[in-house]
């Protein structure tokens, strides 16, 4: 099935988690710009966590924004899952960008994840970028920011985006600490191949043969990006209005292209003095 975020809980074990298999989405958004081999798979990983670290949370929360941005060649890598399940992400980089483990490409950098938006109140989590892969960054981020054993497989590449999350439940009494050993174990011998194309029920069973797992329903998942021209509008007024002159005395007219769609704003100088007045 395409498109879609699973969650599941183990019925007599203290662990949830949650499957995310995207395909057509994703192969649209490789469309949408052209990225170099590396920071294209690091993208589609992104947003595959995105969709995961999203199911945990309460739709109250609005949307999450994982970020992860340093002084390296790969200078932002950013994902976004919105309330409803959309999903939009970009990356910023500078070449010759190498095949590198993700911490030497992000360099001295930072993982944050931000929850909220839609008018309600933020929240952000912040910790060093120290990890080799983006897998294991977003483990560390939920051990050290909110103290949750994690575990995450992702994979990317130009057909798909999938990915697993695993999460201990904390303060259950009946927990056994072997299972969390043995679920991780279990969970470690699923191939991108198995994540990609088997039912989700089907790859459960197979992983875990001894264990009673509850699937919920499905989310359905697609690109959606926020941009508008009133974002635009206000993000031109938030620069003021002498750096738009700037630009003005440049070039004639301002030019804003979404980093995340690649829509394309134009807006005259008039336009542009209208903002201001």
Known sequence: ?????????????????????????????????????????????????????????????????????????????????????????????????????????????????????????????????????????????????????????????TEAAVGLLLQRIPDRTDADPDDWNRVQHFAGTVSAKELHELPVPTLLHRLFPQDDVRVFDGRALRFACSCSIQRVQNMLTGLGRSEVEEVLAERGRMEVRCEFCGQLYLFTAEQCRALFS
């Open 1 to 157: 099935m395409s498109d879609f975020l699973h969650g599941f809980m183990f019925e007599h074990v203290a662990v949830r988690g949650a499957i995310v298999q995207l395909d057509a989405a994703w192969r649209f958004m490789r469309t949408l710009r052209a990225y170099p081999g590396v920071v294209e798979s690091l993208l589609g990983e992104g947003l595959a966590a995105a969709a995961l670290l999203a199911s945990t949370l309460k739709r109250t929360h609005g949307s999450l924004l994982l970020q992860m941005q340093g002084d390296g060649a790969l200078q932002l890598l950013l994902a976004e899952c919105s309330s409803d399940y959309g999903l939009r992400g970009t990356a910023r980089w500078s070449d010759p960008i190498p095949a590198a483990p993700l911490n030497e490409l992000i360099g001295t950098g930072r993982c944050v994840i931000t929850l909220g938006g839609n008018g309600g109140a933020r929240y952000q989590g912040i910790v060093p970028m120290e990890s080799n892969s983006l897998a294991q960054a977003l483990e560390d981020y939920m051990r050290r920011s909110e103290q949750l054993e994690t575990r995450m497989l992702l994979h990317a590449d």
